[in-house]
């Protein structure tokens, strides 16, 4: 399991300063650990395309934030996807749990999201990278790179575990 106090410092020490979403018991100790940080600020949204908004809004100011939501989220946020972060070519990265995978198949739209997760993003065109925990530094370096290279919304895909139990 990756160290959430441990990301947050790589984050932060990559220039991210704040960080907005919706919850998820994948990123519970995470969420945790951003309550406490005194590196990242947490702004918490009501629904995920408000966070993406509350991102881009802090990247307009000159300050870089990344968004955690559920991948149900990705159904809510392709206005301002879209109409915001795309057009404008907003880098942005998103921490997205990949529900649905088993073992957790206990709701099903869980389910029904896991299946179609990675369809959505290439629906998109949005990059993503599955976060694992032997090479988690590598993933986000690259990540950010392709986000900043490109100015474009790149996604890691969060697997149960891999952050919190």
């Known amino acids: ?5 441990e990301l947050i410092s790589y984050l932060h020490g990559h220039g991210f300063t ?3 979403g919706v919850p998820c018991s994948y990123f ?3 969420f945790i650990e951003l309550e ?3 590196k990242i600020n947490y702004v918490s949204a009501t629904r995920e395309d408000e966070a993406v908004g509350i991102s881009c809004g802090y990247y307009l100011g000159g300050k870089q934030s990344f968004v955690i939501m559920q991948n149900s989220g ?3 946020i ?3 996807l879209t109409s915001l972060a795309q057009l404008y070519q907003i880098p942005l990265l998103l921490f997205v749990s990949y529900r649905g995978l088993e073992p957790d ?3 099903p739209e869980h389910s ?3 299946d179609v997760t990675e369809e959505i993003l290439n629906a998109y065109n949005v990059p993503y990278e599955i976060l694992y925990e032997q090479d988690w530094q590598d993933t986000i370096n690259r990540a950010i790179e392709e986000m900043i290279t490109n100015n474009e919304v790149v996604c890691i895909l969060v697997e149960k575990g891999v952050l919190s139990e």
């Open 74 to 76: 990705l159904a809510t």
């Open 78 to 80: 392709g206005d301002a």
């Open 112 to 114: 029904i999201m896991g």
């Open 18 to 20: 704040l960080a907005s």
């Open 28 to 30: 519970k100790e995470l």
């Open 105 to 107: 198949t206990d709701f």
């Open 36 to 38: 406490k940080s005194d």
């Open 1 to 5: 399991m990756i160290d959430s106090a």
